[in-house]
């Protein structure tokens, strides 16, 4: 099986991500059952705002779409800003929304019988809001959402430690979720291999 891990962090890949310190603890897990990962670091891409598949001028989002339709488990990674889950993730949340038209072989969403889930990070609260956010936006399009599939950590109110200077990784409730998350996804995304969501009543409409 394959899992894509888009990461929404505003910062692009010569710079740490404390949101893709938590996602590599879900992806040390995936490695021991099988699961080959890959990380995505969104804002190495220009991904202009639209609800299309691609608004063309460069629009570098078919490109992390193609990846997209390759995984089984698709994990929307997002830092907590404002209380909120990143500009990022929401334009690539919108921008999942534009291409939810394509369908698969048997006429269903081209989401259909993928399994998703949330990592978030932040130094304040509002984890709960931004996976609450990410996971109805994930389901409304056809992606499947197991049970604690949101893992997530966050720091004391105000500026302060992030996740990887903070020791986040010893964290025991943080952990149990990045567990859950990791095998829920795994299970339900095997069975949806062996036996994908039959297509009467959910066929896309022309």
């Not at 006429?107 to 609260?125: I, P």
């Not at 959402?145 to 109110?157: C, K, L």
């Amino acid at each position: 099986m394959k899992a894509l891990f888009l990461n929404a962090s505003l910062k692009k890949s010569d710079q740490p991500s404390n949101t893709e310190g938590l996602a590599q603890e879900v992806i040390d897990l995936f490695s021991k059952e099988g699961v080959d990962s890959e990380i995505v670091r969104l804002a190495d891409y220009y991904i202009p705002y639209g609800i299309e598949k691609d608004v063309g001028d460069g629009d570098e989002w078919p490109q992390v779409f193609e990846k997209v339709k390759a995984a089984d488990i698709v994990i929307l990674a997002s830092p907590v800003w404002l209380g909120e889950k990143s500009s990022l993730a929401t334009v690539a949340m919108e921008r999942l929304y534009g291409s939810s038209s394509e369908t698969n072989d048997k006429g269903q969403s081209v989401y259909y019988n993928k399994v998703a889930g949330a990592v978030v990070t932040g130094n304040e609260d509002g984890a709960k809001h931004a996976a609450s956010s990410l996971l109805y936006g994930l389901s409304h399009i056809g992606f499947v959402i197991p049970p604690n599939v949101d893992a997530y950590w966050v720091g004391e109110a105000g500026p302060g430690p992030s996740y990887l200077d903070e020791g986040g990784q010893e964290n025991e409730f943080t952990n149990k979720h990045v567990e859950m998350l990791a095998y829920n996804t795994m299970h339900l995304a095997k069975i949806f291999n062996e036996n994908p969501i039959p297509a009467k009543g959910n066929v896309m409409e022309e």
